[in-house]
């Protein structure tokens, strides 16, 4: 399926504009004189791969953001498509694997409802702009806000509204691939781009976003058969002790490969030495450079120097961290499961294919997912919001 799409998607790519050719190189003749070489090679096919395949690397240091790699707010568009093509159609194939397209239709719905709260907050606070601009002498609408909103690290080919979605939807598909600089967005502009690489699970990458996402899923199982009397069991098993411990800890491992991390970095010399800002910013950035490692995205608040030794050797140990012990641990879960005999169907069976429990998924994944992670980002997110409503900056 890969071949196909890609060779279609890389076809529209070079009709737009990009590159695809074996030469390293054309030269240019500026108007001032003299030559420029403008770096070129197989621009589109390594764009089409890459963001079909959730992989993020870009052919450019400015990534999605370079006229080559991504040409018109049509390719924009079209790349972010494709970077949600696998990982949703998995959900998809789930159910057509266990025969009940509608166990799979409440998981893409829970799955989509994250991504649908996540833009329009990304767009809607980068549309408001930074109040603080004023006291610039910047001339601002009768409204008090900043005129076209903010508009730092932004392409105007894409503008507010392209790179708010593609910004959403590159980390909550953990793909990496930017067409703008996260590192320039307001504190909860940024927010929902943290909230999809904490949480996994707004369809995140290609079986990992589709696993967490069970994982939630077992968690409510077991908590709303407690609260409701019923026995909890997920497609015909019964949910019990051992699956909710191998569970808990693929909860755990991933704070515990973000949290102690980014806290040490804040206090160590080595660590302070990287920031690129000071006070609540530049505690995002280590955050966000963590939380990219943990959760196999590639992006990054790139105002912190991440290539020193300390950053090196911590952010590669998180990305092992973060992938290997839960994919054990999930094969523990699923022989666990297996090895248990179906239980036919009952009254006092909780279904897990019914709207009212997708509801609760949502509400269970949302739920963990602040008390995990929302003492961090009030530190770093929320707090540089505070103070940027007071005309701070950092």
Not at 107 to 123: C, K, N, Q, R
Not at 336 to 351: C, D, F, H, M, N
């Amino acid at each position: 399926m890969l071949l196909p799409i890609s060779l279609v998607l890389s076809l529209f790519l070079i009709s737009q504009g990009s590159p695809q050719t074996l030469d390293v190189e054309v030269i240019a003749h500026p108007i001032q004189g003299g030559e420029q070489g403008i770096a070129i090679g197989s621009v589109a096919a390594l764009e089409t791969i890459k963001h079909i395949g959730t992989n993020g690397g870009g052919f450019f240091n400015a990534n999605a953001a370079h006229p080559f790699e991504n040409p018109t707010p049509l390719t924009s568009l079209l790349l972010a498509v494709s970077m949600a093509l696998l990982p949703s159609a998995l959900v998809i194939c789930f159910g057509e694997m266990i025969g009940n397209r509608r166990q799979a239709c409440v998981l893409y719905g829970v799955m989509a409802a994250m991504v649908v709260m996540f833009a329009p907050t990304a767009a809607l606070f980068e549309q408001s702009g930074t109040p603080f601009l004023a006291q610039d002498g910047i001339e601002l609408q009768a409204s008090g806000d900043q005129p076209g909103g903010n508009m730092e690290g932004k392409e105007t080919r894409f503008g507010i509204a392209g790179s708010s979605l593609f910004a959403v939807v590159t980390t909550s598909f953990t793909t990496g691939s930017v067409n703008a600089m996260h590192d320039s967005f307001t504190p909860i502009g940024a927010l929902p781009a943290f909230m999809g690489m904490m949480l996994q699970c707004a369809f995140g990458g290609k079986g990992v976003g589709f696993l967490a996402a069970l994982v939630y899923g077992l968690i409510a199982v077991f908590v709303a058969g407690l609260m409701v009397g019923r026995t909890p069991e997920f497609l015909g098993k019964k949910i019990e002790r051992p699956e909710i411990i191998l569970v808990s800890l693929v909860l755990l491992i991933h704070p515990l490969v973000i949290l102690p991390p980014s806290s040490w970095s804040m206090i160590a010399s080595y660590g302070l030495s990287s920031l690129g800002n000071a006070g609540p910013h530049g505690y995002s950035e280590v955050l966000y450079d963590f939380t990219t490692a943990a959760a196999n995205n590639g992006s990054a608040f790139a105002g912190l120097n991440g290539n020193t030794l300390w950053y090196n050797l911590a952010i590669g140990l998180v990305i092992l961290l973060g992938r290997y012990p839960p994919i054990i641990f999930m094969m523990a879960v699923a022989g666990s499961i297996a090895a248990k005999q179906t239980v036919p169907t009952t009254v006092g069976t909780l279904r897990t294919d019914t709207v009212k429990f997708g509801v609760f998924w949502l509400g269970v994944i949302l739920l963990v997912g602040a008390l995990t992670f929302f003492p961090a980002l009030v530190l770093g997110p929320v707090a540089e919001f505070g103070a940027m409503r007071h005309h701070l900056t950092f």
